[in-house]
């Protein structure tokens, strides 16, 4: 595969179209026969499928590439967004706005009830999960692919919002270029992708089999500073995800210079030693999570119960590689999927306000989140668990 990658793969990179592109990683259990390819001169990541594969399959929480879309995660980090839309989107005039992804319409709602509205396009793939908001006053709902609708109008909407989208765009080039030619001059945008976090504490596969894309902060940040887009704001990009509000500044998307899109030797030496500790990282931790497993097993051997806060992909972990399965002295705690989901892996969920129903004196608690710990410890900190756990800490009773 590595002689031939140009020819089987890919041949140009979607952001640059440089043929200096290398075969770098094999996403672990791909359903999609995935395989990521990285562009050496301006740092893109792509997912190429390699086997024939279902469209939109079943959601799941898997800890590995096979994970598939539950669509929620626009809702769950919607909370992240506020104070931003608040201050670049509202407007004493009317707007018109583009939701490239509209998803379950968490932004719609938002925008309705903070918004002086005179128009909303929102265009989304799923129709099934657009019931709640697809009779709205003012909305114009499109059902289809932002790619593949050909008669947007241009140089027209006022807002653009597009989160946790680009990384599953065809061509994530495409889909900016044309956000941007939606958009008016001085019109504003608010872009949210996942970020290649690179953590030391990494035990989840990022490179999952929905996303085609995966950006690198520096070269997404490099390939916009190219474009006719001026950054307003940007995050620290700490957290799991990146956050961008841009505004259109001129008409012409990119104007390909000498060096066009391309980054330095030591900043493309810096993301490839970035994904070889990752997968290090991986491997190492994904060691610890079976002896946390084994562990936990241990407490279950003496009677005791044990609780799991995050019923996500590190409790995929968890329970895959340790083999725990469905007991009665397991209870499986979540503050978000009871609301879409009865189970997870065979596990009945549990709203964390049920706690109080099955906890007792000798009970131990675990927390299979990273995201979510320091708020998951606060709130848990009500009740009187024996101990309380997370992913690193030492287990011993």
Same mark, same amino acid.
């Given at each position: 595969?590595?002689?031939?990658?140009?020819?089987?793969?890919?041949?140009?990179?979607?952001?640059?179209?440089?043929?200096?592109?290398?075969?770098?990683?094999?996403?672990?259990?791909?359903?999609?026969?995935?395989?990521?390819?990285?562009?050496?001169?301006?740092?893109?990541?792509?997912?190429?499928?390699?086997?024939?594969?279902?469209?939109?399959?079943?959601?799941?929480?898997?800890?590995?590439?096979?994970?598939?879309?539950?669509?929620? /995660?626009?809702?769950?980090? #919607?909370?992240?967004?506020?104070?931003?839309?608040?201050?670049?989107?509202?407007?004493?005039?009317?707007?018109?706005?583009?939701?490239?992804?509209?998803?379950?319409?968490?932004?719609?709602?938002? *925008?309705?009830?903070?918004?002086?509205?005179?128009?909303?396009?929102?265009?989304?793939?799923?129709?099934?999960?657009?019931?709640?908001?697809?009779?709205?006053?003012?909305?114009?709902?499109?059902?289809?692919?932002?790619?593949?609708?050909?008669?947007?109008?241009?140089?027209?909407?006022?807002?653009?919002?597009?989160?946790?989208?680009?990384?599953? *765009?065809?061509?994530?080039?495409?889909?900016?270029?044309?956000?941007?030619?939606?958009?008016?001059?001085?019109?504003?945008?608010?872009?949210?992708?996942?970020?290649?976090?690179?953590?030391?504490?990494?035990?989840?596969?990022?490179?999952?089999?929905?996303?085609? #894309?995966?950006?690198?902060?520096? *070269?997404?940040?490099?390939?916009?500073?190219?474009?006719?887009?001026?950054?307003?704001?940007?995050?620290?990009?700490?957290?799991?995800?990146?956050?961008?509000?841009?505004?259109?500044?001129?008409?012409? #998307?990119?104007?390909?210079?000498?060096?066009?899109?391309?980054?330095?030797?030591?900043?493309?030496?810096?993301?490839?030693?970035?994904?070889?500790?990752?997968? /290090?990282?991986?491997?190492?931790?994904?060691?610890?999570?079976?002896?946390?497993?084994?562990?936990?097993?241990?407490?279950?051997?003496?009677?005791?119960?044990?609780?799991?806060?995050?019923?996500?992909?590190? #409790?995929?972990?968890?329970?895959?590689?340790?083999?725990?399965?469905?007991?009665?002295?397991?209870?499986?705690?979540?503050?978000?999927?009871?609301?879409?989901?009865?189970?997870?892996?065979?596990?009945?969920?549990?709203?964390?306000?049920?706690?109080?129903?099955?906890?007792?004196?000798?009970?131990?608690?675990?927390? *299979?989140?990273?995201?979510?710990?320091?708020?998951?410890?606060?709130?848990?900190?009500?009740?009187?668990?024996?101990?309380?756990?997370?992913?690193?800490?030492?287990?011993?009773?």
């Amino acid at each position: 595969m590595m002689l031939s990658i140009k020819n089987k793969l890919k041949s140009a990179c979607d952001f640059c179209s440089s043929s200096n592109i290398s075969h770098v990683y094999t996403p672990i259990r791909s359903k999609r026969g995935m395989e990521v390819v990285f562009c050496n001169d301006c740092g893109l990541f792509e997912s190429i499928s390699t086997t024939p594969y279902k469209s939109r399959p079943p959601g799941n929480l898997s800890c590995d590439a096979d994970r598939s879309s539950l669509k929620i /995660t626009k809702g769950l980090t #919607f909370v992240n967004y506020k104070a931003l839309l608040e201050e670049y989107f509202i407007s004493s005039d009317a707007v018109k706005i583009i939701d490239i992804g509209s998803n379950r319409g968490t932004f719609v709602e938002w *925008a309705e009830s903070n918004l002086n509205i005179k128009e909303i396009t929102a265009i989304e793939t799923d129709v099934l999960i657009t019931e709640d908001y697809a009779k709205n006053n003012n909305l114009d709902l499109i059902i289809g692919r932002f790619e593949e609708i050909h008669d947007l109008k241009v140089n027209y909407y006022d807002r653009a919002y597009c989160v946790h989208t680009l990384e599953h *765009a065809t061509s994530a080039f495409l889909m900016l270029n044309k956000i941007y030619d939606c958009l008016n001059l001085n019109g504003i945008f608010f872009l949210a992708v996942p970020n290649l976090n690179w953590s030391d504490d990494a035990l989840v596969e990022y490179f999952i089999d929905p996303h085609t #894309f995966h950006f690198d902060s520096f *070269a997404l940040e490099n390939f916009i500073k190219k474009t006719g887009f001026e950054i307003l704001h940007k995050n620290d990009h700490e957290h799991f995800e990146s956050i961008y509000v841009l505004k259109k500044t001129s008409n012409v #998307f990119y104007k390909e210079t000498d060096e066009g899109l391309k980054l330095g030797k030591k900043a493309i030496e810096r993301i490839i030693n970035d994904l070889n500790k990752y997968k /290090t990282y991986l491997t190492i931790n994904r060691k610890h999570v079976n002896k946390d497993a084994v562990e936990l097993k241990a407490i279950l051997a003496k009677k005791k119960k044990v609780i799991f806060w995050g019923a996500g992909c590190i #409790f995929d972990a968890i329970r895959k590689f340790g083999n725990i399965t469905p007991r009665d002295d397991i209870f499986l705690v979540d503050k978000y999927l009871p609301a879409n989901l009865d189970q997870v892996s065979g596990f009945k969920l549990y709203y964390p306000d049920e706690i109080i129903n099955f906890i007792d004196d000798e009970s131990y608690l675990y927390i *299979a989140s990273k995201d979510y710990k320091e708020e998951i410890v606060k709130e848990a900190s009500v009740y009187n668990f024996k101990r309380i756990f997370c992913f690193g800490d030492k287990i011993n009773v």
